[in-house]
């Protein structure tokens, strides 16, 4: 039989999607009430109280801070503490707001629709205070400090790589320098299922609450946390999620007060995200600003690289810090030998909504840096930017390699992706000349995925491990079941993981079931499905206890034919003598086995194996991304013609479901480089609070994206898979603003920001023509 990994194998679950017969949050119907949140108005300001109606229709229930406080004594955990981060938790509701939107209150009702109607007619009291929006406006002095404690508006700074006076050293003998500043717009996830969450307090004092997470564990953990409730007073399950992105990864204040009603009110309350509230106060990303010096020499040899940012937390740190921030700095070598790199930034807060965790993490932000330092002396030294590239890639004879900021790459082959990438784009036809100005971008990458092991989580400040558990369980008639810690919302761990398992046991994959997202069976995982993890790690652990499971099942086959359990091959749902027709069907030995007949010594009845797989270290996957863009001149409008993209993820469990996951991921990066971008006005009001306003990307947005793979395996996970799911949106944000300025140098070198919609372009096109114009003849 041929084994399964590797194979296009259809996903198990499309016919329910497909057909809609998932069972998201709303679809659960298992509430006895409804809710709607009481949200701050204002940007900023001093809570006085909020004023209920005096006729509430009967059965409505109104917590305000008081309420919500008393039923809600702890705190929220923030979970990377990075250096002199001041902010190690954050409360429900302090005595002041910091974004609008902020949850201050919540109504309970028959009906959602009550709710809402109760909403409307409560008042929030807020002294206002002064606003601030912009990061670098909250640096300056006198700006209003969200925190005045503090005395500053900074929250942590961070560091990597080389120190000041090697890197200054390194720029002062280099042939030249160029620096510009990149700015990367503030966006939103969008998940398609919004965030709902279902709590039920039980009669016998437990707490079962339904929610759609990623993470169902560190949600459970959260809610023990900010109730001071021991955890196996909580149940946590997750029932189809809808799509995560990172705004799923933790536990919300708004969802913490829907547990404070529930368990106050003694009754099952449900609350639905609407899209309003999931454009406004779920968590938001990126927002940043980079300043970028590059160091290089006259034959393009690339020596320095030195960054200095500022990232806008928002009103208050989500759940992973300054971490994204960290991460950007701390990947920014890519593929590339440098003399020095190094990068140091400030996390500031303002009077908006929370950045937080999305796909990509920092290293999006990263690959847009490197790579566009890299286009600018390509440009300035007149070469082709992928031969510039290659000429200072690591090799694959000189992998394993550690960069400047001390990450050692594994193994792969850099510049043989670069090179294909450059013959697929470089071969495709011709475009007609219909008046639009063509440009090709690229964009190299190592990702750092499969984050772990937990003592390297504990060395950088991140207060989870980096393991992940799996237990694999043979019934009596030889079914299997997968019980893993992480859980699937889109990914599909349910067809990827029965590949990886049914390849071990040597059964059908039909046999073999993914159980995840309850806190009661499932193995624990402080992650969850994050950080182009979850194969890697998580398969990772599975593989290995599958491992475990196949050498009992070849132990009692031996015993049963009277053969060596090293001669004995597991496939096709038997177990066979090598080079014999003597066989047994592996579900006579798993009957056997949970009757306790006919074991080995030492063996003992029944078919489990658990595994907790803590990695050796952390894998890299890496990618080229090309892309040919046509910008109308008299419009702006961009056009992404072609894409291509070669990347080694190492074992490709499913090639289907990698290319789904990359060309998701390509969306995701063009989204945020054209058109994509959460904004407010100069008071905190969100002004893309609608999808008439956050435009994303459609359908008709996107190339056909040509993909060509590696497959080089990972030397340090059970099967060899890298992790890859945020490799797309990477690659895409930084290929496609190359592409446009590589058709449109007018946009001007020295500042760049996105996204670069058609407005923007229009106007730096007209603002040339204009100067060209004025310039004497």
């Known amino acids: 039989m041929s084994p399964l990994v590797g194979q296009r194998v259809g996903r198990v679950n499309d016919a329910k999607a497909l057909r809609g017969r998932g069972r998201y949050i709303d679809d659960l119907h298992l509430a006895e009430a409804h809710a709607a949140i009481v949200r701050s108005p204002v940007a900023h300001g001093v809570i006085r109280g909020i004023d209920v109606p005096d006729d509430l229709p009967t059965g409505v229930a109104v917590l305000g801070p008081q309420e919500l406080n008393a039923a809600a004594p702890g705190r929220f955990p923030v979970l990377w503490w990075l250096g002199d981060q001041t902010q190690h938790h954050t409360e429900l509701i302090g005595d002041r707001v910091r974004y609008v ?30 606003v601030v929006i912009d990061p670098v406006a909250a640096l300056e002095p006198g700006a209003p400090l969200l925190y005045p404690d503090l005395g500053t508006n900074v929250l942590c700074t961070v560091e990597t790589g080389d120190d000041a006076a090697h890197t200054d050293a390194v720029f002062a003998t280099a042939d030249r320098t160029l620096s510009t500043t990149l700015r990367i717009g503030r966006v939103n996830g969008l998940p398609m299922e919004t965030r709902g969450i279902v709590a039920e307090p039980l009669p016998d004092g437990r707490l079962v609450v339904h929610v759609s997470t990623q993470a169902a564990h560190a949600v459970r953990d959260g809610i023990c946390e900010v109730f001071e409730i021991p955890q196996h007073m909580v149940r946590v399950v997750t029932p189809d999620v809808g799509g995560g992105f990172g705004l799923k990864d933790h536990l919300y204040e708004d969802e913490a007060m829907v547990i404070a009603a529930a368990r106050s009110l003694g009754r099952s309350v449900s609350w639905t995200e609407d899209r309003l509230e999931s454009l406004t106060v779920t968590t938001h990303a990126r927002d940043e600003i980079h300043d970028i010096d590059v160091a290089f020499d006259d034959d393009g040899t690339l020596r320095g690289l030195r960054v200095s940012s500022v990232r806008n937390a928002g009103g208050r740190f989500a759940v992973f810090g300054g971490g994204p921030l960290f991460t950007a700095l701390g990947v920014l070598p890519g593929p590339y030998r440098w003399e020095a790199v190094r990068g140091v930034g400030r996390v500031v807060a303002t009077n908006t909504m929370s950045t937080g965790a999305y796909r990509g993490f920092g290293q999006t932000q990263a690959v847009a840096i490197r790579e566009r330092a890299v286009e600018l002396v390509a440009r300035e030294l007149g070469v082709h930017p992928a031969d510039l590239r290659a000429q200072n890639m690591i090799t694959a004879g000189q992998l394993p390699y550690e960069v400047r900021t001390h990450l050692v790459y594994d193994n792969g082959d850099y510049p043989e992706a670069l090179r294909r990438a450059r013959a697929m784009i470089e071969d495709a036809p011709t475009p007609p000349d219909d008046g639009r100005r063509r440009g090709t971008g690229w964009a190299s990458y190592v990702q750092l995925a499969g984050v772990g092991p937990s003592v390297i989580n504990e060395m950088i400040g991140v207060r989870i491990g980096g393991f992940e558990s799996a237990e694999i369980r043979m019934d009596p008639d030889g079914s299997v079941r997968i ?37 009661d069976s499932a193995p624990y995982s402080a992650y969850g499905t994050a950080a182009s993890r979850s194969i890697a790690v998580g398969g990772g652990a599975a593989v290995s206890a599958s491992r475990e499971l196949a050498d009992k099942l070849r132990r009692i086959a031996a015993e049963h034919l009277e053969a060596n359990p090293a001669d004995i091959e597991l496939g096709g749902g038997t177990a066979t003598v090598v080079g014999s027709q003597v066989s047994v069907p592996i579900a006579e030995l798993a009957r056997l086995a949970w009757r306790g007949l006919g074991l080995p010594d030492g063996d003992v009845p029944g078919l489990t194996a658990a595994h907790s797989y803590d990695p050796a270290s952390a894998t890299f996957s890496y990618a080229t991304h090309a892309c040919r863009v046509a910008v109308d001149p008299d419009t702006g409008a961009v056009e992404v013609e072609d894409y291509v993209v070669v990347q080694d993820c190492g074992t490709m469990v499913n090639p289907t479901i990698v290319e789904g996951q990359i060309v998701g991921g390509i969306a995701q990066g063009l989204g945020a480089a054209l058109m994509e971008r959460v904004s407010y006005d100069e008071h905190g009001q969100p002004t893309a609070a609608t999808l008439l306003d956050y435009h994303t990307p459609v359908s008709a947005s996107m190339p056909d994206v040509r993909i060509d793979h590696l497959e080089i395996p990972s030397p340090y996970t059970p099967g060899g898979m890298k992790g890859m799911g945020e490799g797309g949106t990477n690659g895409a944000y930084s290929c496609v603003l190359n592409a446009v300025y590589d058709a449109v140098p007018e946009l001007g070198a020295r500042r760049i920001e996105s996204p670069l919609t058609a407005p923007v372009i229009w106007e730096a096109l007209q603002g040339a023509y204009a100067h060209r114009r004025d310039e004497p003849s």
């Open 483 to 519: 019980f893993s810690g992480v859980s699937p919302h889109g990914q599909g761990h349910e067809t990827t993981f029965a590949q990886l398992v049914a390849d071990e046991l040597g059964v059908e994959m039909d046999a073999v079931t993914l159980v995840t997202g309850d806190t």
């Open 101 to 130: 939107g902020q949850p201050v209150g919540i109504v309970v009702a028959a009906s959602r629709y009550e709710a809402e109607d109760v909403v409307d007619r409560i008042e929030v009291t807020v002294d206002e205070l002064d």
